[in-house]
């Protein structure tokens, strides 16, 4: 009996230990280098990390912003890569850059992309070929361009002011002048090298134009209430190019959300991690929830009824 007892204390020891030595499931850790701080692209942060959560995918997040500088954000995905991240998420172009530059073969989904080709982070946007894939925020400008007019017929001449290096303002400026024509509209435009340079190039810029339109600019977006702040004083209609610009003073979007598209990049990485879907075969996404949104209190401002 007392061999009997041993032998059954023996083997639950054994088992014990074994179980103790049992490889533990690791939590997924996601990396996040965010190019810079502004509402739109904190507000895709936002919306990634809660759709996460919605979705029930425990992750370890690990976050850093890069303050707007590309060398800072290129050391952060470097970083990233040496933590082995098992997917990197990257928010904005110069982001989505840095993160590739690294030649990692981790997933990166990129999001606040305007243009994924121009910007050679895929080779095209129905296949991206390569180890990223993401969501673009690009914008019906067309739809966007008709406003102006449905505000104000006598509407001749807008305005852009945008960043000189920033590929996601010079795709839009391009979309705009291709597109304006057939809205009766001209344009005038005005680049700014550095985010110092707008008070001066907006007041030069209000006097030659009727109305102003603001691309999703990260410099613009940055100084968004600044830009706003001139144009009601100036009593001048502005079109914004996504929701964030119209919470920070612009007049009216018809355009999409960042949180939005931040939670519609977290249902990507879901099918990436959880569901083992091959990212270089994924379609870049496009924003799929455009809404009108106006700025009330501006509206007011500038003694205009907006349905």
């Given at each position: 009996?007392?061999?009997?007892i041993?032998?059954?204390?023996?083997?639950?020891?054994?088992?014990a230990?074994?179980?103790?030595?049992?490889p533990?499931?690791?939590?997924?850790?996601?990396?996040?280098v965010q190019?810079?701080e502004?509402?739109?692209?904190?507000?895709?942060?936002?919306?990634?990390?809660?759709?996460?959560e919605n979705?029930?995918?425990e992750?370890e997040?690990?976050?850093?912003?890069?303050?707007?500088?590309i060398?800072?954000a290129?050391t952060?995905?470097?970083k990233?890569?040496?933590?082995?991240?098992?997917?990197i998420?990257?928010?904005?172009?110069g982001?989505a850059e840095a993160?590739?530059?690294?030649?990692?073969?981790?997933?990166?989904?990129?999001?606040?992309?305007?243009?994924?080709?121009?910007?050679?982070l895929?080779?095209?946007l129905?296949?991206?070929?390569?180890n990223?894939?993401?969501?673009?925020?690009a914008?019906?400008?067309?739809?966007?361009?008709k406003i102006?007019?449905e505000?104000d017929?006598e509407?001749?001449?807008?305005?852009?002011?945008?960043?000189?290096?920033?590929?996601?303002?010079?795709?839009?400026?391009?979309?705009?002048?291709?597109y304006?024509p057939?809205?009766?509209?001209k344009?005038?435009?005005?680049?700014?090298a550095?985010?110092?340079?707008?008070?001066q190039?907006a007041?030069?810029?209000?006097k030659?134009?009727?109305?102003l339109?603001?691309?999703?600019d990260?410099?613009?977006?940055?100084?968004?209430s600044?830009?706003a702040?001139?144009?009601?004083?100036?009593?001048?209609?502005?079109?914004?190019?996504e929701e964030?610009?119209?919470t920070?003073g612009?007049?009216i979007t018809?355009?999409i959300?960042?949180?939005d598209?931040g939670a519609?990049?977290?249902k990507?990485?879901?099918r990436?991690?959880?569901d083992g879907?091959?990212i270089?075969?994924?379609?870049?996404?496009k924003?799929?929830?455009?809404r009108?949104?106006v700025?009330?209190?501006?509206?007011?401002a500038l003694d205009l009824?907006?349905e």
């Amino acid at each position: 009996m007392k061999k009997l007892i041993i032998a059954i204390l023996i083997l639950s020891l054994l088992t014990a230990c074994g179980g103790a030595n049992e490889p533990k499931e690791e939590k997924l850790k996601i990396g996040v280098v965010q190019l810079m701080e502004h509402l739109a692209l904190d507000d895709c942060y936002k919306g990634f990390e809660e759709e996460l959560e919605n979705l029930g995918i425990e992750c370890e997040i690990i976050y850093k912003n890069a303050q707007g500088d590309i060398a800072t954000a290129r050391t952060i995905s470097e970083k990233l890569v040496q933590d082995e991240v098992d997917l990197i998420f990257a928010i904005a172009t110069g982001a989505a850059e840095a993160a590739v530059s690294t030649g990692t073969d981790i997933p990166i989904l990129f999001s606040a992309v305007t243009d994924p080709i121009e910007a050679h982070l895929v080779e095209s946007l129905e296949e991206p070929g390569a180890n990223c894939s993401g969501t673009s925020d690009a914008a019906d400008v067309l739809a966007q361009l008709k406003i102006f007019k449905e505000l104000d017929p006598e509407i001749e001449t807008i305005g852009i002011i945008y960043s000189s290096d920033e590929i996601n303002s010079l795709v839009q400026v391009e979309e705009v002048e291709k597109y304006a024509p057939e809205c009766g509209l001209k344009v005038e435009t005005s680049a700014i090298a550095n985010i110092s340079d707008l008070p001066q190039i907006a007041q030069s810029l209000v006097k030659k134009v009727d109305a102003l339109y603001i691309p999703s600019d990260n410099k613009i977006a940055g100084s968004i209430s600044l830009l706003a702040d001139i144009l009601i004083k100036e009593k001048m209609i502005s079109v914004c190019a996504e929701e964030s610009q119209v919470t920070g003073g612009g007049l009216i979007t018809n355009g999409i959300s960042y949180y939005d598209l931040g939670a519609q990049t977290a249902k990507m990485a879901k099918r990436v991690l959880v569901d083992g879907e091959d990212i270089s075969k994924m379609p870049v996404e496009k924003g799929d929830n455009p809404r009108k949104v106006v700025n009330e209190e501006t509206m007011k401002a500038l003694d205009l009824e907006i349905e």
